[in-house]
């Protein structure tokens, strides 16, 4: 998998927008980009993925740019549950090996 | 319902002894896996398995043996405990192997080795 790159730490203020960007200037043309969280004491749980369109879920937006080579995840009201640290992980389309590959991730603090 | 659980959530032992960990999904996924997270917090994968085969083994020391005795069950045994050893311990599964399936994870097994 190629590697990726993210900001140790962010910090935000509640029901303010939180933009956590990642970069993968190696990014192959069959990466898919992929963002999971972890909450503190908590399993690390998924929170959407994109190829080259941006995508919206009920928990996120993903901002892809043009080049593929950087991406940003959107909280579009940061809530204190939001506080965790945040993977930006790069995945090939059907390799078959499915592990994720964790980087060190972005720790958000949320303040109230 | 609890889509990935685990048990126990909390484990200490001596070293030397021998231990399991138990995984469960209701989900109906193909594939589960094993994560192991050190005192870094760093996260890396130990073992996959799809439909009770082994698709994924790390660099794993073979005291580490998963089993799967159907593919609602990851058990992961470990035997000879070493320090090292402790670590919390994070079961996940997917609906198949493909890349685009999301992972759901439990939510762990914090083990500590004395």
């Known amino acids: 998998d190629a590697k990726t790159t993210q900001p140790n730490s962010m910090e935000s203020n509640e029901e303010e927008p939180v933009h956590l960007p990642c970069n993968h200037s190696?990014?192959?043309?069959?990466?898919?980009i992929h963002w999971y969280r972890q909450l503190p004491s908590q399993g690390p749980e998924y929170v959407i993925h994109g190829l080259t369109s941006n995508v919206n879920n009920r928990m996120a937006s993903l901002a892809i740019a043009e080049d593929r080579k950087s991406s940003t995840l959107i909280l579009h009201r940061a809530t204190l549950r939001d506080a965790a640290v945040y993977y930006c992980?790069?995945?090939?389309?059907?390799?078959?090996?499915?592990?994720?590959?964790f980087g060190k991730g972005t720790r958000l603090s949320v303040i109230a | 319902d609890t889509a990935v659980s685990q048990t126990p959530k909390y484990l200490v032992t001596q070293m030397g002894n021998d231990k399991s960990i138990k995984c469960e999904q209701n989900?109906?996924?193909?594939?589960m896996y094993w994560y192991k997270q050190d005192s870094k917090k760093f996260l890396k994968i130990m073992f996959s398995?799809?439909?009770?085969?082994?698709?994924i083994n790390e660099t794993v020391p073979n005291r580490f043996s998963p089993k799967s005795p159907d593919k609602a069950h990851l058990n992961l045994h470990i035997n000879s405990l070493e320090l090292g050893d402790s670590a919390v311990y994070f079961c996940?599964?997917?609906?198949?192997?493909?890349?685009?399936?999301?992972?759901?994870f439990g939510p762990g097994t914090r083990l500590t080795v004395t």
């Open positions: 398995y799809n439909n009770k085969e082994l698709i």
């Open positions: 989900l109906g996924h193909d594939t």
């Open positions: 996940a599964s997917s609906q198949d192997r493909w890349t685009n399936n999301e992972q759901y």
């Open positions: 992980i790069l995945r090939a389309v059907n390799s078959g090996n499915t592990p994720l590959v």
């Open positions: 190696t990014i192959s043309g069959t990466d898919y």
